[in-house]
């Protein structure tokens, strides 16, 4: 019941915020300097022809005028279009964020799957090579910059060896993706049961993914490394040490509290890669909603921007409910 | 003569401090526990007694160690024994009751959980026996409704309950030996009396032996066959509880008595003048309790007194032990 | 005489602080090598012009692509450039819009918070503008933020300042919040409050009392966060919307080598990214051990643990 009735509240504020976020990031584009119209028209544009065409996109409008006529489309469902490539941004984003999402998604995991045993084995093991191996992984994966590891991987397994697909997208040119009903390709072509796009569409997936889970893993590491040691330390594993409980068992119930603290971390990674994974999208081509986002910002597009910042805001919301429900599960203080 | 439960012999331990000689925390320590037997373990805080557990159970917390002399359980040398032998002695054949568990309970798990594991990871009992032994011991110990409780979180429960539970924890496995360290010293005066009465009848029921640490000398005097009396880190005194009480001979031993007699010119007699007496260090060299003896001696503050045995069963560490008036 | 005695025990203070840090780099060889990229990195940025074989701008258009070998040990890109030349002036840049965007961000953050954290317990108006202070920085958190870099960027104009901009904004909010909770908690010290009584006017308690004493995880942020500036540098950069070529700076010149990649000429992009991972590495352990050093509990633990294993006085 208090599960209940705090998702009520939270939900209450959510309203305010996104409108609060779409006004800024509003501002910030309107900001920036360049004019749509002329951008539109190309060199060519007649006066006559730039003016018909400011009015019709409202932008002699106050920018406060603007942003409410703005809203009121996005309340009905139309978040305007994209003039760099003619769409409405609906049906744009619909293509490019499940691409984003299934490349992020995968990433993580695959960070979770290095970070989180690595993590435990270095808070069990206090000293010795695998520490000390952990210890330097962690710091070397937040140095590393990620689209220069993508260009790393596509060097070593696209031309020196030639086992990875040429970096070039999502699925092989030849390759007749399925029908989309998710945007997550893998997905789709399981559902089609087409078995051709399914192995080109993971043969794709496994750089990119590789990349973004080599760099993420080193934060999941720390995390999960510190919050076990403490764990480890706390009174109630040297009590079960104390009742001979054997060591394995001690260190999965360190790291069942340490729980917590690493799933949120995995959050904040998720609600950061959204935007931040842009710079491995276009490494490899993959044409995500970061890149969709970064182009709208540099040819002063912007309702992929403000598109894409609605969405990224309302699965960011979306994610930390999930994370406040695991939280629910997992500590019996939260219920 | 059966082999002791538990055999103390020589022990010391030490934590290294940086730059000077070790601290000793325990030195040259004799203790034997014989089957069923309860001693009481009676010290102020910083005497030892807690070292004394944990190095019973092999689990001295670094940086101390184990520098001298040996710990015997059920005549095997524990020392010889590797970390595996060591666990599965722990928490089965000899467990330990600990004082204010309230962080010492994982959080994230039910009361029955915990005990059942203990169980589960010590005789691989499982499924619904496990569940039904544990709900037993939940009886045992006088935790009402313990169908309920078996699924209550820590969290859930009151100070006397969570004692309820460790001691549930310590006992599920009918050890040999339990300590109990200080184990009562968190609850209300009430809810003390109630525990107390309960680990004795439990000890009773399970033929456990048990090493008894306290504070409270008051309490040793229904509870135990012998007393032991120890301050910085030595046994001063020992003795079957009858000729303890009746004769305390230690000049510490009878400051502890005092500090609860009725009698204010008893206690101010026994309690050297000062506040910095009552905070002294025990001595390094000569006797340690001397700093803070109402009859030390020149002597006192050179030799390094012996245990020696007065009367038949009651050892006595003190070159001036104390005479009983008539 | 008195001046005379403290100037000697402050020199001798100095002189064991000095013996503990050495001490703690040899107990963690990691330390001392990330001070030893530090340094290099910087020596590299002040002496490039004296260091550096050929100019960094200039192209040879006969030269174009050769493998690293001699003359050219790190082999040239697609222009003709010299690329071991290029990634040793790119320090130049990179470094300073860093160090430059971290400070202000720092000084920002930090100044912004201490009135946040000042105020915040403090009815009407004080309470009113920490409130919209730390909403404001929610909104500006809750933004991608490599999206919230490049509008910046985009709104200020291409240009070094723009991108130094960027990077404060970008970071401020963490000093924000940092700053706001050391001074919450020193507020409500003996001393503040012993001052405030005084009738001393906040503006001095502020700058007296409470700044000093919240900053030193300010400083073991400001490293590892310079580490970060110079990786979000390079990777506006290689969008297209940082640093332009053909100024040398690591970012650019990854994007510069990126199309060669697929037909085997690695080393355009190769080395340049090495050099600033190493140099983002050498930052975040510089970072780790301002932290170890300042901890007070490890700093004595570490101390005991040296005086007993070598006989090091702390």
């Known amino acids: 019941m208090r599960l209940l009735s705090y998702l009520g509240q939270r939900l209450l504020f959510v309203a305010p915020q996104l409108v609060g976020i779409l006004f800024v990031s509003f501002l910030l584009v309107k900001l920036i300097p360049g004019d749509p119209a002329v951008l539109m028209l190309g060199p060519f544009a007649t006066p006559d022809g730039l003016a018909r065409l400011r009015t019709e996109l409202g932008l002699d409008r106050t920018v406060v005028e603007q942003f409410l006529i703005y809203l009121g489309n996005v309340v009905q469902g139309d978040l305007g279009t994209s003039w760099q490539t003619t769409m409405p941004v609906t049906s744009d984003l619909a293509q490019r964020f499940p691409a984003t999402l299934e490349l992020v998604t995968l990433g993580l995991l695959v960070a979770l799957a290095i970070g989180l045993p690595l993590g435990v084995a270095g808070a069990r093991y206090k000293r010795g090579l695998l520490r000390t191996g952990a210890d330097y992984y962690g710091l070397l994966a937040g140095a590393l910059p990620d689209f220069w590891l993508g260009l790393v991987l596509i060097y070593v397994f696209y031309t020196m060896l030639g086992w990875a697909p040429a970096p070039l997208g999502r699925i092989d040119f030849a390759v007749i993706p399925p029908e989309p009903v998710t945007g997550a390709l893998l997905i789709d072509s399981l559902i089609a049961g087409n078995w051709e796009a399914f192995r080109s569409a993971a043969g794709h997936l496994v750089l990119p993914v590789l990349t973004l889970g080599l760099i993420n893993a080193g934060p999941i590491l720390k995390m999960t490394q510190a919050t076990t040691e403490r764990m480890l330390d706390s009174d109630f594993s040297r009590y079960a040490e104390l009742c001979g409980l054997p060591r394995k068992v001690v260190v999965a119930q360190a790291l069942r509290n340490a729980l917590p603290s690493v799933i949120t971390i995995v959050s904040v990674l998720y609600g950061f890669l959204l935007g931040g994974a842009v710079l491995v999208e276009i490494v490899f081509s993959w044409g995500g909603a970061g890149q969709y986002a970064v182009q709208g910002v540099l040819n002063a597009d912007l309702n992929p921007v403000l598109g894409f910042v609605l969405y990224s805001a309302v699965l960011s919301l979306f994610i930390y409910l999930i994370v406040d429900l695991l939280y629910f599960l997992i500590d019996p203080r939260t219920r | ?326 | 005489m008195a001046m005379a005695r403290d100037a000697g025990a402050r020199a001798r203070g100095g002189s064991r602080r000095l013996a503990f840090f050495m001490a703690v780099l040899r107990t963690h060889p990691s330390f001392a090598l990330g001070y030893a990229i530090v340094l290099m990195v910087v020596l590299l940025a002040i002496f490039a012009p004296w260091v550096a074989p050929y100019p960094p701008e200039t192209a040879d258009p006969v030269a174009f692509l050769q493998p690293p070998g001699w003359p050219h040990l790190m082999g040239t890109d697609a222009t003709g450039m010299d690329i071991f030349s290029r990634v040793i002036w790119a320090p130049r840049i990179d470094l300073s819009i860093a160090i430059l965007g971290t400070l202000l961000s720092a000084l920002i953050g930090t100044t912004l918070g201490a009135l946040v954290g000042y105020y915040q317990s403090v009815r009407g108006l004080g309470r009113f503008g920490a409130g919209f202070v730390m909403r404001s920085a929610d909104v500006l958190q809750a933004f991608p933020v490599f999206v919230f870099a490049i509008a910046l960027v985009a709104v200020f104009g291409q240009s070094l300042q723009s991108i130094v901009l960027a990077i404060a904004f970008v970071n401020a909010p963490i000093y924000l919040r940092l700053m706001r909770t050391q001074v919450m908690s020193i507020r409500t010290m003996r001393y503040v409050e012993a001052a405030w009584l005084a009738g001393m006017p906040d503006w001095r308690i502020i700058a007296r009392h409470i700044v000093p004493n919240a900053m030193a995880p300010v400083l073991a942020q400001l490293s590892v966060n310079i580490g970060w500036s110079v990786l979000l540098t390079a990777a506006l950069s290689f969008i297209g919307a940082g640093v332009k070529a053909p100024t040398p700076e690591w970012g650019s010149m990854i994007a510069m080598g990126y199309q060669n990649i697929v037909t085997g000429h690695w080393w355009p992009s190769i080395f340049p990214g090495l050099a600033l991972a190493v140099t983002v590495f050498g930052f975040s352990l510089v970072g780790s051990s301002i932290e170890v050093l300042s901890d007070p509990a490890r700093r004595r633990r570490l101390a005991g643990r040296l005086e007993t294993v070598r006989g090091i006085a702390p």
């Not at chain 2, 730059?19 to 034997?32: K, N």
């Not at chain 2, 359980?73 to 009751?97: C, H, I, N, P, Y």
Request: with cysteine.
């Open chain 2, 1 to 326: 003569m059966t082999t002791p439960v538990l055999a103390v012999e020589g022990l010391d331990v030490e934590f290294p401090s940086y730059g000077e000689a070790p601290v000793r925390a325990l030195h040259g320590l004799d203790l034997s526990i014989g089957e069923q037997e309860i001693v009481g373990l009676v010290g102020e805080s910083g005497s030892g007694k807690t070292t004394l557990a944990r190095a019973i159970m092999q689990l001295v917390p670094p940086p101390g160690r184990i520098s001298q002399g040996s710990v015997s359980f059920e005549g095997r040398d524990l020392s010889k024994l590797d970390e595996e032998q060591l666990r599965t002695l722990r928490g089965r054949a000899m467990s330990m009751v600990i004082a204010n568990p309230r962080s010492e309970l994982n959080p994230l798990l039910t009361v029955g959980q915990q005990i059942g594991n203990i169980l589960k990871y010590h005789t691989g009992c499982k499924g619904r026996e496990l569940r039904e032994r544990v709900i037993e011991m939940l009886k045992e110990v006088r935790i009402p409704d313990p169908e309920r409780r078996y699924d209550a979180f820590p969290h859930e429960l009151s100070g006397g309950m969570a004692q309820r539970v460790v001691m549930a924890i310590a006992l599920i496995c009918n050890p040999r030996l339990v300590i109990s360290d200080d184990a009562t010293s968190g609850l209300d005066v009430t809810v003390q009396a109630q525990v107390l009465e309960l680990l004795k009848r439990l000890a009773e029921r399970h033929r456990t032996a048990m090493l008894f640490i306290t504070r409270d000398i008051g309490i040793t005097a229904h509870f135990c066959d012998r007393v032991a009396i120890i301050y910085g880190g030595e046994i001063m005194e020992i003795a079957t509880r009858a000729r303890f009480f009746a004769n305390p001979m230690h000049p510490y031993s009878v400051l502890l008595l005092a500090a609860f007699s009725h009698n204010p010119k008893l206690r101010s007699y026994w309690l050297k003048e000062g506040e910095a007496a009552a905070e002294a260090r025990p001595a390094e060299t000569g006797c340690p309790f001397a700093p803070r003896c109402v009859r030390v001696r020149e002597h006192c503050r050179s030799v390094h007194p012996e245990l020696r045995e007065l009367e038949a069963g009651h050892h006595v560490r003190c070159h001036f032990p104390v005479e009983r008036r008539a």
